[in-house]
Every structure is written in C-alpha cells, then in structure tokens.
C-alpha cells in the first residue's frame, strides 16, 4: 500500500442526539502514518466524533470508509458485525481515558496484553507470555508485575498497560479518547513520550481527542478545532498553533497558561 | 386422569409444557452445544437443586423407560433419592441404581463409570449454562460472542490459571468445544469426566431451570476439552485405587472416616463401586 492513499475517509459525519447535535458534517481524510488530533472543549463533540469514526456508535448521517489490509476501500458501515469486531481487534486500537473502561481490570496484566492474541486463535502459552513480557518491558512497566491485576497499578501504569493490550495486535488505526486525562503532569510527559516513540517506531495512524493543546502540539501533524459539533478550523497543527485563524481558535490558544 | 386425586399429568408437567421443552430439545440436538432459550415452570423444588434437569427428564420419559438418578456418582445422596422418588411417584416408572439397566439416566456432576450405549439418554443438572459468564457478564455480549465464535476470552481465563498457578487449574466445569463450533460448559463435571463426553453413543441432554437454558449433545458428537500447545488437556490422576473395590482409573472421592486424619478413597460412582465387589474385587481398605 503506498501513502498517497488516504487511510480512513469521512465526509459529512453527523450524529444527533433527539433534536440536541452531536457533531454536524465533519468531513476529513486521514492518511497512513498520521496523527490527527481533534481539540475544543467539553461538550464540542470531539468523542462523540470519535465514537461515530471507530464505529462504536451509529451515525445519523454521512459516511467512513476505511482502506482495509488488502487495500480496498470500504464503507464501514457496509461491514457485518463479524468484521467490525474483527476489526476493531487487529486492525484498530482504542484508548480510553479511563484505562479500567478499556481493561479487564479482574484478570492479569499478562492476560490483559495476550488477549488480543487469543482472539485470533495464539493457542501457545509461552509465546503470549513471551510477547506480553515484552511489551510490558516497552511500555516501561516492570515485567515483573505480569501477574498482577490492573487494580494494583497506579493510574499512569493502568494507561500504559491499555496501551499495550491495544498495540500488541499491531493496529493501523488507534483512536485516542484523552490520553493523558486524570494523569499528573510528570505521568503526562512520560507517556507522551512513549506514545510518540511507538507511533513513530510503528508507523501507526492515530486520531487523537484531547482538550490539551500542549498534547496536540507534541503528538500530532494535523489538528481540527472543533466547536458546538462543527469543524471551525483544520490544518497543519504548528500552523493552526501558531497562526490560528477562527476567532474561537484564537481564543483557545490564547487560554494557555504560560508558565 | 379419573377419581379425586389431584389431577397430575404424567410425569408431573403438563402435555402442553413437555411440548415446548421437547420443542427446545429438538432444537438443542440440531444445533450441539448451542444454549436453547425454554419457559422454565415452577417445580416443587428449590433453584439449585435439578430444576432444570427434572424438566427435561420429565418431558422425554415415558412408561416404559427404565430411570437413574446419581447425585455426584452417588445413587443415594438426597438429591438423587428425592428425584428418584418423585419420578416413582408422578410418573409410576421403574427406577434403578444400575447404569447398564437404566435408558435416562439424570445426573449431577458426574457421568458414570460404565460406558454408556446407544439408546440411553443422559440429563445433567446445570446451574450455571453460559461458559464465558464470569468473563463477560453481559447475556447480550455473551449471545453475539457464540454467534460471531469469539471464544478468545475462554483462553484467557485458562491464562490466567497457568499464569496463577503453573498449570490449568480449573477441575470442573472445564470448557469444551463442541464439533469444532460452539464452546460449552459441560455443568460442574470433573475434568476427569470430559472425555468420556467425547463421540459418546448415548444422547446428552443439559437443562438449567434457574437461567431457562436447554442444551445438547447428540450421540458421536466430537467433543474437545479447550488447552494450550505447550498446555495440553490432562485428566486429574489418582495415585491409588479405589480403597473399597480396588478400581484403578476411575474417579475417586475423599472420604474422612475419624477424626485423627484417616481418609478412605472410593469410587464417586457407588453403583460402579458396588458391582464390581458384587464380582468379587476388594480394595485396601477392606
């Protein structure tokens, strides 16, 4: 596959919520290898945006299509469930701001990494062993906590070890609700840190929700700002930064604290 | 029915209420392993105690069919008298501890020791139908998970056993997969139990009255107990024979006979244990 190709192309995505609105005809392409972050504050309808592209909600109008292994270009809408959920568990990761929303905060954190590999029939114990111990070495947790629950791990470890179940299938495609959300600011900078490292080693494509813009700039190439569900603006992210068209976008840059 | 006694239907159930069971069973053996939604009735005995396995055995017996009752192997423990006794009583058919001599054959957690024929139907009592449940609470999650065969998560908890205790510890209950497609929980049979299950010449007929789920396997269904590569399915082993009648390679129970440490080791199934000192055997313990 070369990367003239977009990856993921949405046009006109709308969701409505009974007569309340959601996001309204967001269109964009997301190319291999891309970060795209989208930024606005609560209630601009930045999840419900990324909830409707990672097929977890249905949408009220418009269309994704999604560039598959095999190249072809499909509807996702088009798809049967079998193949969403296959999907959705090789191809797509998902992080949430909330790790425990995207855990099994009862079983190992072994496990926890190995399950995607058991989804698609690893029937070898010592190979999930293998390769959850090492990513638990590249997320920068102890292997010698493999055995243990989620529960017992601090918030910061919880999120690298999402990050890990979900990178262990090598996905294309991760979807990012709030990465760094309900993290301490030290926390923050070593997983953004180790996010960029993966994303730049795997060549992953990655669309990013935050409301941070310090995570914007750090992690992303493109930005769109999103406002009461409608993209105000869309650019490269150092050119939206620092030359920031849309009033509303103005008004958000100029809201960052200098230290 | 005539006279003033209250107006039982054979079998207790009512025809209409063994026509839907029949309809549910019928629907299980076409699709093995596949868990059949039915209309569970009130029966005069409490959840947890064979509801769902009197039902069925009560909508497929017949006149003339010859029945067993065993409560973990044992022919006279209180589940396995009760059952017994009321079949005697609401359908007048012949009861027998015999396994070669019974045609259904009901059973909580354990299939016999003699190997079953043709002919013959097993009915297990099952408490708890669905085997991804602890892994996955959601029923609507559960149904899409068999639709779509996702059975990774059945792995993870056999990963969670080998990375907890060196080894698959799970006894009973042990997963199987049904023809190569539906993944089921056999009800709380020892592992040991498992293979015998395997292209098995007698019909298996699992009813959960509580949870309203009838299950099934047909006769020479192929029937493979879920492992690792480098983990493969073992049976538990008894490094003794059975202390009464002396049987190696059967399942046994620990019994306390005092209260300065002394154990007996029997056969669980006491029907099995009985007519082979009937044939002369003995064990250590006699």
Same mark, same amino acid.
């Given at each position: 596959m070369t990367t003239d190709q977009p990856l993921l192309i949405a046009k006109g995505v709308t969701k409505h919520y009974g007569a309340r609105t @959601?996001?309204?005809?967001v269109s964009f392409e997301l190319y291999p290898g891309e970060i795209l972050a989208v930024v606005g504050e609560?209630?601009?309808g930045k999840t419900t945006l990324l909830n409707g592209l990672s097929c977890r909600l249905p949408l009220t109008g418009g269309q994704v299509s999604y560039r598959m292994r095999d190249g072809t270009l499909r509807n996702l809408a088009s798809l049967t469930e079998a193949e969403r959920r296959f999907l959705m568990r090789t191809d797509w990761g998902f992080v949430h701001q909330n790790p425990a929303d995207g855990l099994?905060?009862?079983?190992?954190a072994g496990a926890n990494i190995g399950e995607r590999m058991m989804a698609v029939g690893v029937r070898h114990y010592g190979r999930i062993r293998e390769t959850a111990d090492d990513w638990l070495t590249r997320v920068e947790i102890?292997?010698?906590?493999?055995?243990?629950?989620?529960?017992?791990?601090?918030g910061g470890m919880r999120q690298r070890l999402q990050i890990a179940r979900n990178l262990v299938s090598h996905p294309r495609l991760v979807f990012m609700d709030?990465?760094? @959300? @309900?993290?301490d600011v030290s926390v923050q900078a070593r997983l953004l840190d180790l996010l960029r490292a993966l994303v730049g080693e795997m060549g992953l494509s990655a669309i990013l929700v935050t409301h941070d813009l310090a995570v914007a700039r750090l992690l992303s190439h493109r930005m769109m700002v999103m406002k009461d569900g409608r993209v105000v603006e869309t650019g490269l992210t150092d050119r939206v930064l620092d030359d920031p068209r849309h009033p509303y976008t103005q008004l958000l840059v100029a809201s960052i604290l200098e230290v | 029915m005539t006279g003033s006694l209250p107006a039982y239907n054979f079998a207790y159930l009512d025809e209409e209420t063994k026509r839907m069971i029949r309809r549910a069973i019928l629907k299980a053996v076409a699709i093995p392993g596949y868990q059949v939604p039915f209309a569970s009735r009130e029966m005069p005995m409490p959840y947890g105690w064979g509801t769902g396995g009197v039902q069925v055995t009560a909508s497929i017996i017949g006149p003339d069919d010859v029945l067993k009752v065993i409560d973990q192997g044992s022919d006279d423990t209180t589940n396995a008298v009760s059952i017994r006794a009321f079949f005697a009583n609401v359908a007048n058919v012949a009861v027998t501890t015999k396994t070669a001599e019974a045609t259904v054959i009901q059973t909580r957690h354990r299939i016999p020791e003699t190997p079953l024929r043709e002919g013959q139907t097993l009915v297990y009592q099952v =408490?708890? =139908?669905? #085997?991804?449940r602890f892994l996955e609470p959601r029923e609507t999650e559960t149904r899409i998970m068999h639709a779509l065969e996702e059975y990774g998560l059945m792995h993870v908890k056999l990963y969670e056993d080998i990375a907890k205790n060196?080894?698959?510890?799970?006894?009973?209950?042990y997963p199987v997969k049904v023809e190569g497609r539906y993944v089921m929980d #056999?009800? #709380?049979? #020892? $592992?040991?139990?498992? =293979? $015998?299950?395997?292209?098995? =010449?007698a019909l298996q007929l699992f009813g959960a009255g509580r949870e309203q789920r009838i299950y099934a396997i047909p006769p020479h269904t192929r029937i493979e107990s879920l492992d690792f590569e480098d983990h493969p399915f073992r049976v538990q082993e008894f490094d003794r024979p059975c202390g009464?009648?002396?049987?190696?390679?059967v399942y046994l129970d620990e019994i306390?006979?005092?209260?300065?440490g002394g154990r007996l080791y029997a056969c669980s199934d006491t029907d099995y244990c009985e007519e082979r000192r009937m044939a002369g055997h003995s064990g250590p313990a006699l």
């Open positions: @959601g996001c309204e005809d609560s209630g601009s099994r905060m009862r079983v190992s102890n292997a010698g906590r493999i055995d243990e629950n989620p529960a017992s791990f601090s709030e990465p760094t @959300g @309900g993290l | =408490p708890i =139908p669905e #085997p991804l060196g080894h698959i510890a799970t006894t009973y209950a #056999p009800s #709380p049979i #020892p $592992k040991f139990d498992n =293979p $015998k299950m395997d292209d098995c =010449p009464l009648c002396g049987a190696t390679g306390v006979t005092d209260d300065r």
